[in-house]
């Protein structure tokens, strides 16, 4: 009579089965990208035509920039986590991804991106741990503004900032705080970094809708801005303090007119008599202004359609593929785990393997 299976090896061989595919898959989707990256050549951008291109160059901001949560740098993308293990277990207390509109410029001109709905290809560049004793690891340095900045700050704003003196991290949100590890992962793209970019060109006016496109998942609406940790931690501080509007015309005043500031409002504000006209911008701060926020329709941008996906990887054309065709040799790995697990759990259920 056989000897029963022990549970333990069934469950490692249909682990190592799901995990092997799994390696598979993510293999065969980087080898598809390295191919779409290799397959297309590289377009200047002071010669773009409509039609999915390959670009490459530096990174700019456009008219806001990100400010990213670990480690509180400026950026157009970020991707952070920060996960506490203990034991067996682990929860991930962070995971948040953001980008937002930029500029790519090369030898001949620079082009606005608009990442909606776009793959990112970035690896860390911040992979820290605490440490058992909860140590803050060096380099961490959590944000404690807003997520948004300018993205193109005045001198004065910049000597500001070096000025400011800025609170350390707090231990209970730097460390594990539980006796377990904390681990600390950022991937960022900020400006001045190299990237590639492949996606359509088109003219910005066919673009279903700017203000969504200028973000990774499109502006927080709804519920989902309830459910933001920032927001919903203001919004019960406000409340705390007795201080919460309780309609938006409290709250903002003409701001919340339908039309104020974008047209025409849809009823006469409300103007404080001690009220005063502010001076005009000069020439040169007017066309500063105007080329930051304004966009000619038919300016051709960069973006996803349903035809050609949008991809941001960071570096150049080589890089990029290089690192999609190292995740292709590691899914063929994983295709070779997979198939051994199989076997295993074959020869098991067939009686070859005892306990």
Same mark, same amino acid.
């Given at each position: 009579m056989a000897e029963p299976i022990a549970p333990q090896l069934l469950v490692v061989a249909g682990g190592g089965i799901v995990a092997g595919l799994a390696l598979l898959a993510r293999g065969f989707s980087g080898y598809g990208t390295a191919s779409r990256i290799e397959d297309t050549s590289t377009s200047r951008i002071g010669s773009l035509a409509i039609g999915e291109v390959l670009v490459t160059g530096a990174v700019e901001t456009a008219e806001l920039s990100l400010i990213s949560p670990l480690q509180s740098a400026p950026c157009v993308y970020y991707r952070s986590r920060i996960e506490d293990s203990g034991g067996d277990d682990t929860r991930r207390v962070l995971d948040e991804e953001r980008a937002i509109g930029f500029h790519v410029r090369d030898a001949t001109g620079t082009v606005r991106v608009f990442p909606a709905g776009a793959r990112f290809d970035v690896p860390a560049r911040f992979d820290e741990s605490s440490g058992t004793f909860g140590a803050t690891p060096p380099g961490l340095r959590l944000r404690t503004g807003s997520a948004i900045a300018s993205g193109r700050p005045s001198r004065e704003q910049l000597i500001e900032d070096l000025l400011t003196v800025r609170?350390?991290?707090?231990?209970?949100?730097?460390?594990?705080g539980s006796g377990g590890d904390r681990r600390y992962l950022e991937a960022r793209i900020e400006p001045g970094d +190299? +990237?590639? +970019?492949?996606?359509?060109?088109?003219?910005?006016? @066919?673009?279903?809708?700017?203000?969504?496109?200028? @973000?990774?998942? *499109?502006? /927080?609406?709804?519920?989902? +801005?309830?459910?933001?940790?920032?927001?919903?931690?203001?919004?019960?501080?406000?409340?705390?303090?007795?201080?919460?509007?309780?309609?938006? =015309?409290?709250?903002?005043?003409?701001?919340?007119?339908p039309g104020f500031g974008i047209g025409r409002p849809a009823r006469d504000p409300q103007l404080d008599p001690r009220a005063h006209a502010l001076p005009l911008s000069d020439a040169d701060e007017a066309s500063r202004v105007a080329r930051t926020f304004d966009i000619p329709p038919d300016g051709l941008v %960069? /973006?996803?359609? *349903? =035809?050609?996906? %949008? %991809?941001?990887?960071?570096?150049?054309?080589?890089? /990029?593929?290089?690192? @999609? =065709?190292?995740?292709? %040799?590691?899914g063929l790995l994983g295709a070779v785990l997979a198939i051994g697990s199989a076997m295993a759990l074959a020869i098991m259920l067939g009686g070859g393997l005892g306990r």
């Open positions: 609170p350390a991290s707090s231990p209970n949100a730097a460390s594990g +190299v +990237v590639t +970019v492949v996606g359509r060109v088109m003219p910005f006016d @066919q673009l279903p809708d700017p203000t969504t496109a200028d @973000q990774l998942d *499109g502006p /927080a609406t709804g519920a989902s +801005v309830l459910r933001d940790p920032e927001i919903a931690a203001d919004l019960a501080a406000a409340r705390a303090a007795g201080v919460l509007a309780a309609t938006p =015309e409290a709250a903002w005043g003409n701001a919340a007119i %960069l /973006a996803s359609s *349903g =035809e050609v996906p %949008l %991809l941001i990887g960071l570096g150049s054309p080589d890089r /990029a593929a290089d690192r @999609q =065709e190292r995740r292709f %040799l590691v």
